[in-house]
């Protein structure tokens, strides 16, 4: 009982600060700098302490302090209660939905059976699916709340892009879903232990089409419609200041760091390395004693699943700072007509497979 | 309850009172603990400014010059233009203002959220440079107070920069005291588009 | 392009005009069934940026031989670019050697400029020669166009090569006096010899 | 430590639903209602059927309550007084008791056949999606081709109403 209230206390602890005291602060900063690494730029590296810069990792920090000391401005005519709700609704599903990703295996550690997931829930990618959806409201919220038209008309995008792009993504990944015969996170990331299993291998079609609503799921450049700059001065954020600001930022970061969590669970091994079994890591580590083998393979499963979250964040970086913005009609016309039928073929093809070959 | 809710508004006017006579200053202003947590945000304001970029002629394309790879602005933590007045930092009056356009050179100023800063930008920005004619307004001083002049036409980026960096001292020196700015001085319309 | 590094060597940057291929233009703007799938031109896009990205990583981690760095960015107040004579920077005063000025008070300069930036007040010393008791620069107003300069019939004001320290953060500091323009004659006269050169050559 | 959630979660689900009865703005109507869904997932989470929960969020609170929203926002109600007054109150009342009357029915007749509760094997799979699906798909099958079938048409007639029509009175 101490021992499973301290396995989870101790996953919380881990997940969250790698959240929120990791990716969140350190991407605006990886943002910047990769942009400015792929437009032949410097970037942001004058900010010091002494004679300190560190590549500019001082910037962040004085982002952060500079927003805390901004005037938080509500608009005049702005339902003040909504106005301040929205960005904590969007927050929230952000940090939450990691709670369901595994980082890591199934472990036996000093008699006790550890399992790196918050929630290895039964519903595991369902309950993903629910907390994005509930992220919608806070950009409803928003939109509406601040009582500008640029806001509504950017909540109104962003909702029904969110929407749309909800129902494609639920159907790409029924291809998956299919393969592994389970919903939870765990149970699929377990079942990739072979290298030609990864769902990369079985279900391009459905990376791909995944990949794409994920991106547009999370509003990110070229589906950043409801922000567009050269449209809606800032989208349904035009009216918040200061902190509540950086928290859309900060939930956008976030869901970054969530869907590469999730491509990586689904589509990439999760936490395996390719052609190295778990039996084999074990026994490379047989020097350690049976305990001190089973935390280094941990440590070593854990490494493997955050580099391949990174770069799967990598990847979406250079996707932001290559592809210009889509326009909104084919933004809903690549959904609708693009990616669902795609997404309906390629479970056909999943189903007509297994129910001939596999079976 | 509603007494409460008064005294409360009191307390807050009285506050402000305080903040607005420079006597919270003089309370405060000798304490180290204070002037510490002053420097160290008055270091992560003029390392971060957000941009608000107002062009609206030429100097636009020396604006990009700077911004871009050659000189990139970024470095000095000054290149993530906000397109919302509400998230912006630094006014970059990018070019001429006419008349016709102040009174939204005054608005986007006043939507602006505390702390922020003006950047004028080339000669038409800082005194309407040789279109001296009944067109245009003579510096945008005049409607709004400004912080760094940089002439120039358009001004080589090096003299942007070194505007920045002008800005940057500035803003290491400022005291509580000297916000919020308030609105521009200039706020009737009227007056704005008759001369 | 050519590029003057701190030390005033010249390095050539991007890619030598004789070497560059014109591209040639597809005018039908209707979408080939290949880019109709966007999956490989978006695979082509990101080829280009994330070569960028591998090169400039390179760069940083492991500059070429020979070269400092990759990336072009002037590192602009520890490093500077040096200009070409022909660059039109402030307009200075040129000194004669005993420490007097060259300008002649004629006015020529305040006529011709189009931003009625300089107001010149005349005087004339005992001997006879007349010279400017006050000479303002109004460097909010000045354009940089150079009109003074190829007006002026005693080469006494040339646009020199300076562009640092002009941002100011009031604008009354912004208008130059005689004394905080006058410049010797040895630190204008590459300028010098390039009007010169280039006047006469366009036959002015 | 269940009792507890359970006493909170139904409290938090019975208040904003009333909330949304009484409140006369719309949008804080909306915001209630989705405020008593994610009370009730929570509720459905407490009897471990997770599958239940989840797509109570997504379906329910996710996307039809967007959409809500989003004709709300889109026409722009505005907060009108209470329609009903005086002697609807009246009808109001009586429709609650006959409702109410007719859920009590409903349950005490659930609960007098005896198989709600399932037990043994059943027990440990319940709420799973294996078992739902298996439920479904095997004994519920008629009752749910026949739910699609209502959805198409459905669907059918919502592009019938929003197509326009082209006919000669038209131009």
């Known amino acids: 009982m101490v021992a499973d209230l301290i396995e989870s206390v101790a996953k919380i602890v881990f997940i969250f600060s790698i959240n929120l005291g990791f990716f969140a602060p350190i991407l605006g900063w990886v943002e910047r700098k990769q942009s400015a690494v792929m437009q032949d730029r410097i970037g942001a590296n004058r900010a010091n302490i002494g004679k300190f810069t560190i590549i500019g990792l001082f910037h962040p920090i004085a982002d952060a302090v500079k927003v805390l000391t901004k005037e938080d401005f509500v608009p005049a005519g702005a339902n003040k209660f909504f106005h301040t709700l929205a960005p904590f609704i969007c927050l929230v599903p952000a940090i939450a939905t990691f709670s369901v990703i595994p980082f890591g295996g199934q472990y036996e550690l000093f008699g006790h059976h550890v399992n790196l997931v918050i929630a290895d829930l039964d519903v595991g990618i369902l309950f993903v699916f629910a907390l994005t959806s509930l992220a919608t409201f806070g950009v409803v919220l928003a939109g509406w709340s601040s009582r500008s038209n640029w806001s509504l008309l950017g909540g109104l995008r962003a909702s029904a892009q969110m929407l749309s792009y909800e129902v494609a993504m639920g159907l790409a990944i029924i291809g998956i879903i299919m393969v592994f015969g389970t919903l939870k996170l765990s149970e699929i990331g377990a079942m990739q232990e072979n290298f030609l299993h990864w769902g990369i291998f079985i279900q391009p079609l459905g990376f791909i089409l995944f990949f794409t609503c994920a991106v547009a799921e999370n509003k990110r450049v070229p589906f950043d419609v409801p922000e567009a700059e050269s449209e809606l001065v800032a989208g349904y954020f035009t009216e918040y200041s200061g902190l509540k600001f950086v928290m859309f930022w900060m939930s956008e970061f976030l869901e970054i760091v969530t869907i590469s969590g999730i491509l990586t669970t689904l589509f990439l091994g999760a936490w395996h390395i390719p052609f190295v079994t778990d039996a084999m890591l074990l026994s490379f580590f047989q020097f350690a004693g049976p305990n001190g083998a089973t935390i280094l393979a941990m440590l070593v499963n854990i490494a493997t699943f955050f580099a391949k979250v990174i770069f799967f964040i990598w990847l979406q970086m250079t996707i932001r700072w290559t592809l210009p913005r889509f326009r909104y009609d084919q933004v809903m016309r690549l959904c609708w007509k693009m990616i669902l039928p795609l997404s309906l073929i390629n479970i056909s093809i999943t189903g007509l497979v297994l129910l001939l070959w596999i079976k | ?119 004028a930008f080339g000669v038409c920005a800082v005194s309407g440079g040789f279109y001296d004619n009944y067109a245009t307004v003579q510096g945008i001083d005049t409607l709004i107070p400004v912080d760094v002049y940089v002439p120039g036409c358009p001004p080589r980026p090096e003299m942007v920069i070194d505007g920045l960096m002008k800005l940057q001292e500035k803003v290491a020196q400022e005291r509580w005291s000297d916000w919020p700015r308030g609105a521009a001085p200039v706020t009737d319309e009227a007056k704005l588009t008759e001369c | 392009m050519t590029q003057f590094d701190g030390k005033g060597s010249q390095v050539t940057v991007g890619v030598p005009a004789g070497r560059l291929k014109p591209k040639r233009v597809r005018r039908n703007l209707d979408l080939t069934l290949w880019e109709k799938l966007y999956v490989f031109e978006i695979i082509r896009g990101m080829y280009v940026t994330t070569k960028h990205f591998a090169l400039n990583m390179l760069g940083f981690v492991l500059p070429p031989r020979g070269k400092k760095r990759s990336v072009f960015t002037v590192y602009y107040p520890d490093e500077k670019v040096v200009l070409p004579p022909a660059y039109r920077g402030r307009p200075v005063l040129v000194m004669r050697p005993d420490g007097t000025e060259r300008c002649v008070a004629c006015g020529l300069c305040e006529t011709a400029c189009p931003g009625h930036a300089i107001s010149i007040v005349g005087a004339e010393r005992e001997n006879g020669e007349r010279y400017p008791l006050s000479y303002v620069l109004d460097m909010t107003r000045c354009v940089y166009c150079g009109f003074c300069e190829e007006v002026c019939p005693k080469e006494a004001i040339v646009m020199s090569s300076e562009y640092q320290g002009l941002a100011e953060t009031d604008r009354s500091r912004m208008r130059y006096s005689k004394e905080q323009l006058l410049r010797s004659e040895e630190s204008v006269k590459g300028r010098i010899e390039y009007i010169r050169r280039i006047y006469s050559k366009c036959n002015y | 430590m269940q009792l507890l959630m359970f006493y909170l979660l139904g409290l938090g689900a019975v208040v904003a639903a009333l909330i949304m009865v009484t409140n006369k703005r719309p949008v804080r109507a909306a915001m209630s209602l989705i405020a008593t869904m994610s009370f009730l997932a929570g509720l459905y989470v407490l009897l471990d059927a997770h599958l239940i929960a989840a797509l109570q969020l997504i379906v329910y609170a996710g996307a039809i309550m967007v959409l809500f929203l989003f004709v709300i926002m889109l026409l722009n109600i505005e907060e009108k007084e209470g329609r009903l007054a005086g002697s609807a109150l009246l009808w109001q009342m009586i429709a609650i008791a006959v409702v109410g009357l007719v859920f009590v029915l409903m349950v005490s007749v659930v609960k007098l056949s005896d198989n709600v509760v399932p037990l043994g094997e059943a027990a440990a799979l319940f709420g799973t999606t294996r078992a739902v699906g298996k439920m479904l798909f095997t004994e519920y099958l008629l009752p749910f081709e026949i739910a699609s079938v209502l959805l198409l048409a459905a669907i059918v007639g919502a592009v019938i109403l929003a197509k326009r029509r082209i006919d000669d009175s038209d131009q």
């Open chain 2, 1 to 119: 309850m509603g007494s409460i809710k008064g005294r409360l508004g009191a307390l807050r006017r009285s506050g402000q009172e305080l903040l607005d006579s420079g006597e919270a200053e003089r309370l405060l202003g000798g304490s180290v603990l204070f002037t510490k947590v002053e420097s160290v945000v008055n270091w992560a304001r003029k390392y971060s400014f957000f941009l608000y970029p107002f062009v609206t002629a030429c100097c636009g394309m020396e604006f990009m010059s700077v911004a871009g790879p050659k000189y990139d602005l970024d470095r000095f933590g000054a290149a993530l233009p906000r397109f919302s007045p509400r998230q912006a930092d630094l006014l970059m009056v990018v070019g001429t203002i006419s008349h016709k356009q102040a009174p939204v050179l005054v608005k986007v100023y006043n939507q602006m959220t505390e702390p922020k800063w003006v950047f």
